[in-house]
């Protein structure tokens, strides 16, 4: 039960420092009707509690009475009792079976009911990291991908490849960036962190040479080797940038085409998927299509804030009619979904049948911009007056407003986490592990007011350690290891929480310091992944020569010339003690003529030894490259999001010094 809308800001005193207009628009929305009703249940909303745990229930009567209560357990089972007059609270029968369980009670003139959730002390871990050993990988963005085959953008065949590749070094997990849905419709829209829906995938990644409706087509494969084609693909696949839009007219236009001789095949299985994937799926593919259909009316490429009012709601009468008038094309889309959970089922198995102990890991967004299909079908759940952000940090000076509607937190919880539950259920299918993007959004989120500055927001709370509980819940479901980063400004005691529940940590080499150095990397907590970067920081050399500051500069992300002299002497007195703490276990050669290969992979060497669980390392790292895949703070200043890597996965892997880089990572984590 909440007494009062305070309970969800993260400080209890933020009216002494927030900025009032924002705070006032915060509670506003906070307290709107369409998200917070008022609530005079017995029951509270929902109960999470961890197995053999003994807890009490407390009861909200508003006059005494005697009530019976059942809990009706996942298995369909049930358990009963009485509670009396006297108490105010319930006993919850101890042992109760881990999973989704039911509470109702009846007072003979109300029946009420809530969510009973009993979840594990802690999340999976494969056998491997129980017994302490250290394991190391590769991250990548699966676009960046170079092949002879691909259509322009790294697919998930390409993704077989590196597998396959990789594993042959050693390696024991492949890490990739979000593959979630995006606009099909608005290409463009590029960024993985800012999708349409978390539930479903990004067509784009779809091999479509793959594909067995498109080899069998004569009319597709006609299309697909005509001279016209093949030199559009040829320039795409040289192309040092993803050229989205044409990637994806080709892949759609082909698509079609194989969809026309699959509608003569036998559909069973497709039947089934539709059946077994219900309303979600058919609000992902209705948005796509319809999002389609108005760009091809209007040339209008925005989401579903741009459309004309009567479309502007998944249950509006104009949307059910298009479903009836467009049925087929909102077929296709499912058959798309369907193709790419096909083609990304594959490559967990083929992880699997490499032996890999973690295979590869999936990346979950923080959150859905406000304009695509989640939003677009539930505006009950989804704050559309706020963004998700983050306040001035390093990466973000001016803070960061990144255009993503966060949930409601009470909505979650009248909701029973289902929401949520859903969310990772979809994000752990066919693989092995999940890394979580700002784990630090269980604890708190910045939300910034619309129209205020992304400076200016301010932090809403989520429950914690509920969502942190039903997360262990569906790891040791999925069989599916937790990886949280958990970067910025951290709350305290969160580190300690994962670490409880057995979720391992996200270290950034260049963020571990310690007293005026760096960190001794055999003082790293084992329960953890140690990089050297990610998609929001520079590569090595680009850190080394302060591209990043170069970028910033140029694209005005900085308030002031004064904040970027700081960092600047901030990062020369770090990359000292960086050299000093490499050198002080191996040679280094001298650094006056730019930040060679051999620098590059002794840096990379170096950090190996950490004491942490995995060990992640890029290939932009191996090849020495400079430019970033993204630069916080822009949109569509800088081409994010878009970089290919500088060579196929073949050359990479043919490189001698990769190959010796990769080795001797191999053997440093065999000997730690």
């Known amino acids: 039960m909440l007494s009062t809308i305070s309970h969800y800001f993260y400080d209890p005193n933020i009216k002494e420092y927030a900025n009032p207009t924002a705070f006032e628009k915060i509670e506003k929305i906070l307290n709107c009707e369409n998200h917070l009703q008022k609530n005079n249940q017995i029951l509270p909303l929902v109960k999470v509690i961890t197995e053999q745990q003994a807890v009490e229930i407390p009861l909200f009567f508003a006059n005494p009475t005697v009530a019976q209560w059942q809990i009706t357990l996942e298995n369909g089972s049930n358990l009963q009792g009485e509670v009396t007059l006297e108490e105010t609270v319930l006993p919850l029968p101890q042992n109760l079976p881990l999973g989704y369980h039911t509470l109702s009670i009846n007072t003979g003139n109300i029946t009420e009911s809530c969510a009973l959730i009993v979840t594990p002390e802690k999340a999976f871990q494969p056998k491997l990291i129980k017994e302490q050993k250290k394991l190391w990988g590769a991250f990548l963005q699966l676009y960046t991908l170079r092949s002879n085959q691909n259509w322009g953008i790294g697919d998930f065949s390409d993704l077989k490849q590196f597998l396959a590749k990789i594993v042959k070094q050693g ?143 998944y249950h509006s009468p104009t949307v059910i009619e298009f479903q009836q008038k467009q049925a087929k094309l909102i077929r296709f889309y499912m058959w798309l979904q369907f193709l790419a959970l096909q083609q990304l089922e594959e490559c967990n198995h083929f992880a699997k049948s490499l032996d890999m102990p973690i295979g590869f890991y999936r990346d979950l967004a923080v959150g859905v911009t406000n304009n695509g299909a989640e939003t677009w079908a539930d505006k009950t759940l989804f704050v559309q007056d706020a963004s998700i952000g983050a306040p001035p940090d390093m990466l973000g000076p001016n803070g960061q407003s990144w255009g993503l509607s966060p949930m409601h937190p009470h909505t979650l919880q009248a909701r029973g986490y289902q929401p949520f539950i859903d969310l990772l259920r979809a994000n752990m299918k066919h693989c092995g592990a999940l890394r979580i993007d700002h784990i630090l959004g269980f604890a708190r989120m910045w939300w910034v007011a619309n129209g205020e500055s992304a ?159 995995l060990f992640g390392t890029q290939p932009e790292d191996w090849l020495n490259m400079l430019e970033p895949v993204n630069i916080p703070g822009t949109s569509t200043e800088y081409p994010n999001w878009r970089r290919k890597l500088s060579a196929t996965t073949k050359e990479i892997f043919a490189n001698k010094d990769i190959q010796t880089l990769l080795d001797d990572i191999h053997q440093i984590r065999k000997t730690l």
């Open 455 to 613: 400076k200016d927001g301010i932090y809403v709370r989520y429950p914690l350690e509920d969502m942190l509980s039903i997360l262990a819940l569906e790891s040791q479901r999925n069989k599916c290891l937790i990886i949280a980063e958990a970067l910025g400004t951290v709350p305290e005691g969160i580190l300690e929480s994962l670490e409880q529940k057995g979720i391992l940590a996200y270290n950034i080499f260049y963020f571990e310091k310690e007293g005026n150095g760096y960190k001794p990397l055999e003082n790293y907590p084992y329960q953890a992944m140690t990089t050297l970067s990610t998609h929001d920081l520079p590569t090595i050399q680009g850190y080394w020569k302060n591209y990043d500051f170069e970028l910033g500069e140029k694209y005005d992300i900085y308030p002031s010339k004064s904040v970027l002299r700081s960092l600047k002497e901030e990062r020369a007195y770090d990359r000292l003690n960086i050299r000093t703490a490499v050198e002080n276990v191996m040679a280094l050669e001298p650094n006056e003529v730019g930040v060679t290969i051999k620098f590059t992979h002794q840096l990379q060497r170096y950090v190996a030894h950490t004491n942490s669980a």
């Open 171 to 313: 390696a024991d997990f492949v890490g990739l960036n979000p593959i979630h849905a995006l606009f099909p419709a608005d290409p463009e829209a590029a960024s993985p962190y800012s999708p349409s829906s978390r539930l479903w995938q990004n067509i784009i990644y779809i091999d479509v040479n793959a594909v067995e409706a498109f080899q069998q087509s004569e009319k597709a494969q006609q299309w697909f080797h005509s001279p016209n084609i093949q030199q559009k693909l040829t320039e795409l696949r040289a192309l040092d940038y993803v050229d989205y839009s044409q990637v994806t007219s080709l892949k759609l236009q082909a698509l079609s085409l194989a969809f026309e001789q699959f509608s003569l095949s036998s559909q069973s299985e497709f039947e089934a998927f539709i059946q077994e994937s219900g309303e979600s799926l058919k609000i992902q593919t209705t948005f796509d299509a319809l999002h389609q259909w108005i760009s091809e009316q209007s040339s209008e490429k925005g989401g579903w804030t741009t459309w004309a009012e009567d479309y502007q709601d």
